[in-house]
């Protein structure tokens, strides 16, 4: 049979703390070769609104460890739009009732059936923080308790659920262009982590005395001043365009998640304007060492209090789709949660 799940099934049984256990030992696995991934890659067609485009976002990944392989879609209408500012991509809740679209599809390695059908909203967010975590872990100093925060959605909240993982925080700053969403954020995550957390009105002032920068927006352009930084900071970006080259030149260590130099871009001819806003920025990541070999021992991380250390988070990786839908769908059986549906259904018997 295969499992049908929703996105409250998938909370029931995963939180940071899981991914953080299931995203290390798969990151082991691929500098060992028992676990492969391909890069991300985008198809574009022009979008149904103004200044829109439709996009179909694949990206897969698997481990002989976890006996799956994973690819994770979306299908989503996408808009650029000027904030404070700065050029955002944002998607458009375009499908009924204001909802988006995306998947992940979990396969047996042994039978090759569809094992799991499973929404990606809880596990992207989870991913992304989890990977942070895992990275901050190995690169801030022990200790590190303040915390300056650049963005105040649903992926700044996974960062700072990460950080409480793998660090004790003692105060938070947050910045984000809109007043009343940066506060309330400061209210809610406080109450929620049991840490003070204080909205401030710029970048520079929520980066101040801190030991842990955190950016987590959807920002087309830099989003904090490099000379804020001091030495002994730790710096995480979600993002490759929240920073510019010369503040990541500052970096005494610079971690990347991976060293794929950009997107696989598809576009109508003539239509190359459709990707822009995803399009990378031509920075040489191979220069730098990957996570999973910082995860794995590989490389160093920090090795002296006073250097300014950095993780890009620049791709997301199929691994990370292919360990926590793993762990989702083992756990929600071992529960008895989601809908059973005949795997017969995505079967056939003609061979091509």
């Not at 920002?219 to 920073?243: H, N």
């Not at 993780?311 to 083992?330: D, E, P, T």
């Not at 529960?335 to 061979?351: A, K, M, N, S, V």
């Amino acid at each position: 049979m295969t499992l049908l799940l929703t996105n409250d099934e998938v909370e029931r049984v995963l939180d940071m703390r899981a991914s953080l256990q299931a995203l290390e030992p798969a990151y082991r696995d691929v500098t060992e070769g028992r676990a492969v991934m391909r890069r991300q890659s985008q198809t574009y067609l022009s979008g149904p609104l103004p200044q829109s485009s439709y996009c179909l976002k694949t990206v897969e990944g698997g481990s002989e460890a976890l006996g799956v392989m994973a690819i994770r879609l979306t299908s989503d209408v996408l808009r650029g739009r000027q904030v404070g500012g700065k050029l955002r991509r944002e998607k458009v809740p375009a499908a009924p009732g204001g909802s988006f679209l995306g998947l992940v599809l979990l396969f047996s390695l042994s039978t090759g059936e569809l094992l799991a059908i499973i929404p990606d909203g809880i596990i992207q967010r989870l991913r992304v923080g989890a990977t942070s975590a895992l990275a901050a872990d190995r690169l801030a100093r022990p200790g590190s308790p303040s915390v300056g925060l650049i963005g105040a959605g649903n992926q700044a909240e996974a960062q700072l659920r990460g950080l409480a993982c793998v660090r004790k925080l003692a105060h938070i700053r947050v910045y984000s262009p809109t007043p009343e969403h940066r506060t309330d954020f400061a209210t809610r995550l406080g109450r929620e982590l049991d840490v003070p957390m204080e909205a401030v009105p710029s970048p520079s002032e929520a980066i101040e005395g801190a030991d842990i920068v955190v950016t987590a927006t959807n920002s087309g352009d830099p989003v904090l001043d490099g000379d804020c930084l001091r030495p002994g900071m730790y710096v995480g970006f979600i993002r490759e365009f929240e920073v510019d080259d010369a503040t990541l030149g500052r970096a005494d260590v610079l971690v990347v998640h991976t060293q794929q130099g950009d997107i696989d871009h598809y576009t109508p001819r003539g239509r190359e304007d459709l990707a822009q806003l995803q399009r990378g920025r031509g920075y040489p990541w191979h220069r730098h060492p990957e996570l999973a070999d910082l995860v794995a021992g590989r490389v160093l991380g920090r090795t002296d209090g006073a250097q300014l250390t950095m993780f890009m988070n620049n791709f997301g990786v199929g691994i990370q789709f292919a360990a926590l839908g793993a762990h989702a769908w083992r756990e929600a059986r071992a529960c008895g949660l989601g809908r059973e549906i005949p795997t017969d259904w995505f079967l056939e018997d003609l061979q091509p």
